[in-house]
T-cell receptor, first 118, second 109 residues
Framework: GAVVSQHPSRVICKSGTSVKIECRSLDFQATTMFWYRQFPKKSLMLMATSNEGSKATYEQGVEKDKFLINHASLTLSTLTVTSAHPEDSSFYIC??????????????FGPGTRLTVL | QKEVEQNSGPLSVPEGAIASLNCTYSDRGSQSFFWYRQYSGKSPELIMFIYSNGDKEDGRFTAQLNKASQYVSLLIRDSQPSDSATYLCAPSGNTPLVFGKGTRLSVIA
């Protein structure tokens, strides 16, 4: 199957700093990537959808100025958590869909990034 | 959006038993479904895709789709403690996928 990587896998930062998380599709081109957040024992929550070369679409309640998403190429999307606060501590997971032409829109998930804001 | 409902569990089964996980959906237009497994602290991984009525088997896993009754199931035969995880179903017609809350399965040794 297709492989999606995320970096870093774990990050601890001080309150007020910014953190960038990278999501890469390693062996396929991803026209669309998705960013999710998951708090302990809670469901996956979609934060935003990013399409290569265009602005991300954010879900209701997600601050676009706080969670900056860039999808500069067909294999890389980044999520930057700006001015992080302890309540931003969570498990951030990206996923990617392959370029058009496939019959089914399965999503391949990265391994996730655990963010802890002190 | 096409939505699904799952019993959040936990569903506890003894080792070696059959675990049955169910997912109901409201949109008759949903034609195919994914089943993902998510271990605690990990991201979801795709384990099954079913697109036609009836059963699809893959090792110890069998997915069942019943379009008339609008449910999709996942059966795990000979359950192992390593199967303990949350199982998520999602209709394939949405982009992005819309997941149910998932069913937490606990296999007790």
């Amino acid at each position: 199957g297709a492989v999606v990587s995320q970096h870093p896998s774990r990050v601890i930062c001080k309150s007020g700093t910014s953190v960038k998380i990278e999501c890469r599709s390693l062996d396929f081109q991803a026209t669309t990537m998705f960013w999710y957040r998951q708090f302990p024992k809670k469901s996956l929550m979609l934060m935003a959808t990013s399409n290569e070369g265009s602005k991300a679409t954010y879900e209701q309640g997600v601050e676009k100025d706080k969670f900056l998403i860039n999808h500069a190429s067909l294999t890389l999307s980044t999520l930057t958590v700006t001015s992080a606060h302890p309540e931003d501590s969570s498990f951030y997971i990206c996923s990617a869909s392959q370029a058009s032409g496939r019959s089914y829109n399965e999503q391949f998930f990265g391994p996730g990034t655990r963010l802890t804001v002190l | 959006q096409k939505e699904v409902e799952q019993n959040s569990g936990p569903l506890s089964v003894p080792e070696g038993a059959i675990a049955s996980l169910n997912c109901t959906y409201s949109d008759r237009g949903s034609q195919s479904f994914f089943w993902y497994r998510q271990y605690s602290g990990k991201s979801p991984e795709l384990i099954m895709f079913i697109y036609s009525n009836g059963d699809k088997e893959d090792g110890r896993f069998t997915a069942q789709l019943n379009k008339a009754s609008q449910y999709v199931s996942l059966l795990i035969r000979d359950s192992q403690p390593s199967d303990s995880a949350t199982y998520l179903c999602a209709p394939s017609g949405n982009t992005p996928l819309v997941f149910g809350k998932g069913t937490r399965l606990s296999v007790i040794a």
